[in-house]
Nanobody, 124 residues
Framework: VQLQASGGGLVQAGGSLRLSCAVS??????????MGWFRQAPGKERDFVAA????????YYADSVKGRFTISRDSAKNMVYLQMDSLKPDDTAVYYC????????????????WGQGTQVTVSS
């Protein structure tokens, strides 16, 4: 499987960005799989941002982004999106999309496949 994240960039505080993740799989993406977004700031650990269950579309968010970020998926296109609104300087990080084949949600260890990351920088 290949996960290709894109859409990062430089934005002022209060602005918006939409990240995209193209999922290329040799087989099928099963309904039990979970697609997630994580982020990692310089010198910090990789943290959970949001996740979506591929089949039913149930979404989950870190408290720090709840109400500002929206995760969604397009099953027909094998795409996952992260709409980020009301961005803050603290949102600055490299954002990664990832897939969990075990239904994991918030832990890095529960995800098996990772994309290369896209840089998001929010200026104050």
């Amino acid at each position: 499987v290949q996960l290709q994240a894109s859409g990062g960039g430089l934005v002022q505080a209060g602005g918006s960005l939409r990240l995209s993740c193209a999922v290329s799989v040799a087989g099928h993406i099963f309904s039990s799989h979970v697609m997630g977004w994580f982020r990692q700031a310089p010198g910090k650990e990789r943290d959970f941002v949001a996740a979506i269950r591929w089949g039913v579309g149930t979404t989950y968010y870190a408290d720090s982004v709840k109400g500002r970020f929206t995760i969604s998926r397009d099953s027909a296109k094998n795409m996952v999106y992260l709409q980020m609104d009301s961005l803050k300087p603290d949102d600055t990080a490299v954002y990664y999309c990832a897939r969990s084949r075990s239904g994991g949600l918030r832990s890095v260890a529960e995800y098996h496949d990772w994309g290369q990351g896209t840089q998001v920088t929010v200026s104050s």
